[in-house]
């Protein structure tokens, strides 16, 4: 199982971001995915997850309104799409999957089996 996330970079407060997370030996289809992100000296957070049956999303507060999150079942990849980004976003975000979560722990970190490498997002002027 691979979940590889890519579309990180450096842009200026304000602009907007797209991040991907492919999928290889498992089906996204069957499984909540989630984006977390950790700043650095800080612990890891939660950012957004995409239920795998009703395709329902939750966001962070700090998010809402500004990030959705969207999957792609035909080429099993997933997306954050990020508008507004402010300096505070800054941080490696990570995809992660799992397929037994249940809603309750959604926002847990603790709750996921599988995890991507982290792709870095950079805002600053």
């Known amino acids: 199982v691979q979940l590889q996330a890519s579309g990180g970079g450096l842009v200026q407060p304000g602009d907007s971001l797209r991040l991907s997370c492919a999928a290889s030996?498992?089906?996204?289809?069957?499984?909540?995915v989630a984006w977390f992100r950790q700043a650095p000296g800080k612990e890891r957070e939660f950012v957004a997850a995409i239920r795998r049956s009703q395709g329902t999303t939750y966001y962070s507060d700090s998010v809402k309104g500004r990030f959705t999150m969207s999957k792609n079942n035909a080429k099993n990849t997933v997306y954050l799409e990020m508008n507004t980004l402010k300096p505070e976003d800054t941080a490696d975000y990570y995809c992660a999957a799992d397929s037994q979560i249940i809603l309750s722990s959604i926002r847990d970190i603790r709750g996921y089996n599988y995890w991507g490498q982290g792709t870095l997002v950079t805002v600053s002027s």
């Open positions: 030996g498992l089906t996204f289809s069957r499984y909540t």
